[in-house]
Every structure is written in C-alpha cells, then in structure tokens.
Nanobody, 114 residues
Framework: QVQLVESGGGLVQPGGSLRLSCAASGSIFSINAMDWYRQAPGKARELVAT?????STNYADSRDNAKNTVYLQMNSLKPEDTAVYYC????????????????WGQGTQVTVSP
C-alpha cells in the first residue's frame, strides 16, 4: 500500500556530487520523517541524514512535503561513500491512521571511483 522509490544513484568520480531522490506513494495519511541510510559491502546499515539534521556537512537533506519526496544532496564524494543508499520513512496510512510504521525503499547504488 505504500511504496518508497529511490533514484539518482550512479557512478561518480571522487570530488563529484550526486542528488538522490526518494518518492513515497500509496495510501499515505501522513509522513512523520523521511531519512537516508546507506550500507556498504560487509558493513551494517548506517544513518546518513535526517530531515532535521545531518551528521556531515557533505550531505544536505531536504524534503518536499507536497510531493512526499525527500532529497539527499551529496558533495565532495569519496570512495568510502560507495554504498547502497536507502530511504526510510515513518508513515501513517489511511487504513491505520493511529499507527506509525517504517517503510524502506529498494535502495540505489552509489559508486565513487576514478
């Protein structure tokens, strides 16, 4: 009933930039938060940025509430930023307006390499 679809990943050279998008669709009553995580090979999934704060000045998270979309602007990328980037959203649906559930997108690959 709810889908999160990420886009914008790809191959970029070190020092380059990428802008990821995550669009939520379906039977959405409200969205409490939309955040970005990433998972590198052999590593645990980690929080990258939230809609209220970012742990790094290289990431800027912005949200378009009208479109149920969140963006992640990544600058000065490094090879260690290579990972699958996932969108996570805490959503209430019309079917369960009193319950906040977590939804994940399918992920988008970001590869930083010369």
């Amino acid at each position: 009933q709810v889908q999160l679809v990420e886009s914008g990943g790809g191959l970029v050279q070190p020092g380059g930039s990428l802008r990821l998008s995550c669009a939520a669709s379906g039977s959405i009553f409200s969205i409490n938060a939309m955040d970005w995580y990433r998972q590198a090979p052999g590593k645990a999934r980690e929080l990258v940025a939230t809609t209220t704060s970012s742990g790094s000045t290289n990431y800027a998270d912005s949200r378009d509430n009208a479109k149920n979309t969140v963006y992640l602007q990544m600058n000065s990328l490094k090879p260690e930023d290579t990972a699958v980037y996932y969108c996570n959203a805490e959503i209430r649906t019309f079917q369960d307006m009193h319950i906040r559930s977590n939804y994940w997108g399918q992920g988008t690959q970001v590869t930083v390499s010369p």
